[in-house]
């Protein structure tokens, strides 16, 4: 249960990040960390569940696939976010969340 709380507490932490930072960078950051706590739930769900409910190995590896997943999903963000700060500050010299209109129709 512990592993949940600490799920918890970094899942918020990563929330407070992206609504009060104004840095992409740090905003990604913090997107990492929210989809790092959402790993430690599945695992840990996954976990009690193979311990409790005495499933089989091949029953409790649906928490590991997804983990696998949303780590696949987090990579490909970064890169694609990345490249579009990039081509950002390429273009306008300067990286303010709160002026990024130029994406919009």
Same mark, same amino acid.
């Given at each position: ?7 918890? #507490? ?8 992206? /609504?009060?930072?104004? @840095?992409?960078?740090?905003? #990604? ?6 989809? @790092? =706590? ?33 780590? =696949?999903? =987090? =990579?490909?963000?970064?890169? /694609? ?13 300067? /990286? ?10």
């Amino acid at each position: 249960m512990a592993y949940i709380g600490l799920s918890l #507490f970094m899942f918020s932490t990563g929330v407070v990040g992206v /609504v009060i930072r104004r @840095n992409p960078i740090v905003i #990604f950051m913090c997107i990492e960390l929210m989809l @790092n =706590a959402v790993n430690l739930a599945f695992l840990s769900f996954a976990r009690y569940r193979y311990a409790t409910e005495g499933h089989s190995l091949n029953q409790a590896i649906g928490g590991p696939m997804m983990v696998i997943f949303v780590m =696949a999903v =987090a =990579a490909a963000e970064v890169a /694609v976010g990345l490249g579009i700060i990039m081509a950002i500050y390429r273009l306008k010299e300067e /990286v303010d969340v709160d002026e990024l209109n130029l994406l919009g129709g």
